[in-house]
């Protein structure tokens, strides 16, 4: 797989190298998607820029700081550093970091509005060509309306752009965010409809639209502000169910675990939706950020720290769960020294905030050797065992009967059999489903969407309160952030300020 990611940014490179900034950028060239290889390229494009630092790095940072289970020392070893009082606490105010990601997603949904308003969909497609077309144009509409699900999940009302703008078209107002839904389930049937593997090894498949389809109808089965207003809450849950259900059995769990968060079982079959990316040409800074201090021989950070009483509800739940290691890092000696490098749990003072909480240990680079800032390790966005948690959380919801059968998969995996909660009522089984997207997908960027999925109140009483009233290990207002109760705060990040500084049509 490092093959393909070194054509896809090469060949991105030489397009982008090929125009000096007094041009148009190349993707705007009609003349580009005239033929397969070219359009193929500029495909590329559309997925590279979604693996660049702030479409990618800012992405996870914003989404993981904004779930309530996160923690950082980033500028400063302390409750009040400035990440900590704001976007850890969920008390988002105007920051770079959110800046960046919100011009870098909308500058793939522009590239892929071009692939769009240039490339003809060919109804009954016969050719190679006219194949590789249509899935070409169905990625375009893939990555604009994930790309969309994002923004709006975090920022609800946001200007929306289906067409490229032009000095006569500069400035876009807000659309509500049930308009933004709506526009996102239209680009993901079509894409449904078009992607069709032509693209090869790497790329979505025609399966990624369902799931996303799917998840857009969970979130609005639990929100009737963005309903269609001749649809019911259950007419929802089982339109969620119909396309999770297209994507059932067409991908399987890898035996380890582990082994999904190497660079050494890419693109392998739970994956279903992953940006490829590479040391020597994407400049992927993910390890750097994520590994903790000293692990590895070159520069790391290990800013982000998973609150303490969410690892402790995950150990409590499973205690020999294979998941814990693969998931947290706690324990473990200094790269260059041998000395030992531990925090919470493996030591309990809790004396400052780097020794009170576990790393996220998923996205780090794992070999000790690696000497580079940047690293190699792809990024999965949707792998299968989510889509099994889906599908047990719609089923419990429909009362099919499937629930169990759903979760039973994903524990087997790792040798654990569902906890007693899914043995219980309706509100029981709902309750630990939320919990068990936590054990299997944490920090992998659901978990801001999914604690907000049911609203405020339920984001207050299952993740707010049991934090701020945890008692094991025991809030400690020096080392464990307060998280808002404020549902003004807590729901939603402001629009970035150079979008309201750039866009007459916006005002706040």
């Known amino acids: 797989m490092k093959n393909l990611k070194f054509i896809i940014v090469i060949i991105f490179g030489i397009l982008t190298n090929s125009c000096n ?15 397969p290889q070219s359009a193929k390229a500029a495909l590329d494009g ?9 479409s990618m790095e800012r992405r996870y940072w914003i989404n993981n700081g904004f779930s309530g289970l996160f923690i950082t020392h980033r500028q400063g070893n302390n409750v009040n550093n400035p990440h900590n009082r704001n976007l850890m606490a969920l008390k988002p105010v105007q920051d770079l970091d959110s800046e960046r990601f919100w011009r870098g997603v909308y500058a793939a949904i522009a590239q892929a509005n071009a692939a769009i308003k240039n490339i003809s969909i060919t109804e009954n497609p016969t050719t190679s060509d006219e194949l590789l077309f249509n899935d070409i144009i169905g990625q375009a509409y893939f990555v604009r309306a994930w790309a969309y699900f994002d923004l709006t999940r975090l920022f609800k009302d946001i200007p929306l752009w289906t067409e490229l703008s032009d000095q006569d078209n500069i400035n876009k107002a807000k659309s509500l ?27 979505p498949k025609q399966y990624a639209p369902n799931m996303l389809l799917a998840k857009v109808y969970m979130t609005l089965a639990t929100n009737s502000e963005l309903r269609n207003e001749s649809m019911s809450e259950m007419d929802y849950w089982q339109m969620a169910y119909d396309e999770a259900n297209k994507v059932y059995g067409q991908y399987s769990l890898v035996s380890d675990y582990s082994s999904i968060f190497t660079d050494s079982n890419e693109n392998n079959s739970e994956s279903i939706f992953e940006l490829q990316t590479s040391q020597d040409a994407s400049n992927s800074q993910m390890g750097r950020n994520y590994t903790p201090n000293n692990y590895k021989m070159s520069q790391n950070f290990g800013w982000l720290r998973v609150n303490a009483d969410i690892f402790e509800i995950h150990r409590a739940m499973y205690p020999n769960d294979p998941r814990i290691d693969a998931t947290y890092m706690y324990d473990y000696t200094h790269a260059r020294t041998g000395a030992p490098q531990r925090t ?25 050797t690696h000497s580079n800032q940047f690293n190699s390790q792809n990024i999965v966005v949707y792998r299968y065992a989510d889509l099994l948690l889906m599908l047990a959380e719609i089923s419990n919801e429909l009362q099919n009967g499937q629930q169990l059968s759903f979760v039973t998969e994903v524990l087997n995996r790792v040798g ?32 801001s969407h999914n604690n907000r999925r049911r609203g405020f109140d339920y984001f207050l009483n299952n993740t707010i309160l049991i934090h701020n009233n945890n008692s094991n290990p025991g ?23 150079i979008e309201i500084n750039t866009n007459e049509l916006i005002d706040g």
Not at 345 to 363: E, Q
């Open 416 to 447: 654990m059999t569902p906890q007693v909660g899914f043995y219980g009522s309706q509100d029981d089984f709902r309750k630990a489903i939320m919990n068990e997207y936590r054990f299997e997908l944490i920090g992998e960027g659901e978990d």
């Open 177 to 203: 965010s049930k308009e933004v839904y709506a526009q996102i389930i239209s680009d993901a049937e079509v894409a449904a409809s078009l992607i069709n593997g032509s693209t090869g090894l790497g790329y």
């Open 46 to 54: 559309i997925y590279e820029r979604l693996t660049t630092y702030d």
């Open 21 to 35: 900034l007094d041009e148009d950028p190349i993707f705007l060239d009609e003349t580009m998607y005239d033929n």
């Open 475 to 497: 809030f400690k207002p020096s080392v464990d952030i307060l998280l808002s109760t404020d549902p003004t705060e807590t729901m939603s990040l402001p629009i970035p300020q």
């Open 344 to 368: 919470y749990p493996a030591i309990t003072t809790r004396r400052n905030v780097r020794a009170s909480h576990p790393f996220l240990f998923k996205f780090a680079e794992k070999d000790k």
